[in-house]
């Protein structure tokens, strides 16, 4: 067990919904990450946040957006979806978002477009 | 930006066999490279990583080399067990920067034989 909480395991919804996908980092962990993970692309990272504030962004769609809490958990928020939405949605924590830092996985969201 | 290409996509080795998994990368000034193990069901897991400034890295059945000359780092799996069965990421990114430049390679799934 990675400590990193990801809910719902699984979502299935039809084009054009708006679905928000949620993560509790590890104890202690400071920054979050979150990453799209698809047959074709493999893992493609999507946003950073530390201690609240947006730390990068990766090849995230202006639909999607993302926040980190007070209390560090965090929402990846998915609107206006599409069939090539549907994908395995990671999230990630480490202690302070250093490049160097192991990086500790849920066991992801996988998302259903229909 | 940094492309890392990873080899094969898939392979499958007899119990007992070793495992050989190789990656290059693009940008020369990247100088962390990690390796994930993903197995079914759940997220990637941190297996062995390894810094610019060393050319080799063992952890007792797995060891990672790097070539910088070459820009290619290679993941050594000896007397591979069923338990090794997985799908593998190699990664590089660089130092001083977000996690945002860890960019994986698209993985090698690796299947062992009993």
């Known amino acids: ?114 | 930006g940094e492309n890392v290409e990873q080899h094969p996509s898939t392979l499958s080795v007899q119990e007992g066999d070793s495992a050989v998994i190789k990656c290059t990368y693009s940008d020369s000034a990247s100088n962390y490279f990690p390796w994930y193990k993903q197995e079914l069901g759940k997220g990637p897991q941190l297996i062995i990583d390894i810094r610019s400034n060393v050319g080799e890295k063992k952890d007792q059945r797995i060891a990672v080399t790097l070539n910088k000359t070459a820009k290619h780092f290679s993941l050594h799996i000896t007397e591979t067990q069923p338990e090794d069965s997985a799908v593998y990421f190699c990664a590089a990114s660089k130092y001083g920067g977000s996690q945002g430049n860890l960019i994986f390679g698209k993985g090698t799934k690796l299947s062992v034989k009993p």
């Open chain 1, 1 to 114: 067990d990675s400590g990193v909480t990801q809910t719902p395991k699984h979502l299935i919804t039809a084009t054009g919904q708006r679905v928000t996908l949620r993560c509790s980092p590890r104890s202690g962990d400071l920054s979050v990450y979150w990453y799209q993970q698809s047959l074709d692309q493999g893992l493609q990272f999507l946003i950073q946040y530390y201690n609240g504030e947006e730390r990068a962004k990766g090849n995230i769609l202006e639909r999607f957006s993302a926040q980190q809490f007070p209390d560090l958990h965090s929402e990846l928020n998915l609107s206006s979806l599409e069939l090539g939405d549907s994908a395995l949605y990671f999230c990630a924590s480490s202690f302070q978002g250093a490049t160097n830092e192991k990086l500790f996985f849920g066991s992801g969201t996988q998302l259903s477009v229909l």
